[in-house]
């Protein structure tokens, strides 16, 4: 009889070892961006997009999370992943309890634990898709899984749903109500907008299911909408 346990192991080393590429990968490009200013910011060391900062697209963001947030009778354990700059962060981070905020740049973290002293906000090196997320209530992942191919996205979000009750993900899609949803997206400096798609969470090939969806804002830019929905897990 033949011993196939040699030829899986041969398969599952190619696995981690193609996963351990796309994501060192998808870092370093998330580094590249950051290094080169490539999202602007007029020579600022970390940028994170006029998404982070325009007060049109910033201000009803922060006015939805606060009337979330206010709808609880508690102050919820918050982690943000992808936090970049922390300039939208910082603005809500006194809603919350215990705040962890998570980003794959490491000089990216080193940056805004020196910038924010003293918020009690806990920063942390996180690579979204291969480490152990911390506990927490709820997940914030604002313009962050745009930037993402799907198959990590698809690795990333069951660990998501084991691990919070609420998800609150902001993206860009398209204006038109019948754009073509989840079009891969194999540039980190690219967004699915450029293809006239957009990531929903709740369509192929991710197919979330949460017990409630609520869009909690949306904000036109560049022929699209910034929309944020709250995903109630259980």
């Known amino acids: 009889m033949s ?55 910033v201000d009803p963001y922060v006015a ?34 215990r705040y962890i905020a998570c980003d794959v740049v490491p000089e990216l973290i080193r940056y805004n634990a020196r910038k924010y002293p003293g918020t009690g906000v806990d920063f942390r090196v ?26 990590l996205i698809a690795r990333a979000l069951p660990k998501l749903v084991a691990r919070y009750r609420v998800l609150i993900v902001t993206e860009h899609v398209p204006s038109a109500p019948d754009f073509v949803p989840n079009i891969d997206n194999r540039n980190p400096q690219s967004i699915r907008l450029h293809n006239d798609s957009g990531v929903v969470l709740t369509e192929p ?12 804002c949306e904000v036109p830019q560049f022929g699209g909408l910034i929309r944020t929905i709250a995903y109630q897990l259980y």
């Open 3 to 57: 011993d196939l346990r040699y030829p899986l192991r041969v398969l599952t080393k190619a696995r981690t070892a193609s996963r351990f590429s796309e994501d060192v990968a998808v870092r370093n490009a998330f580094r590249k961006i950051y290094r080169k200013g490539s999202w602007g910011g007029k020579g600022e060391r970390f940028y994170s997009g006029s998404g982070s900062h325009d007060r049109t697209i």
């Open 64 to 97: 939805a999370i606060e009337s979330w947030t206010a709808a609880h009778h508690r102050k919820l354990d918050a982690v943000d992943l992808g936090c970049g700059d922390f300039s939208v962060g910082n603005r809500i981070r006194p809603l919350f309890g």
């Open 126 to 151: 996180l690579d979204l898709c291969s480490d152990d997320l911390p506990e927490g209530d709820v997940a914030m992942l604002r313009q962050v899984l745009q930037h993402l191919p799907n198959d």
């Open 205 to 216: 090939p991710f197919d979330l299911r949460p017990v409630q969806e609520r869009v909690l």
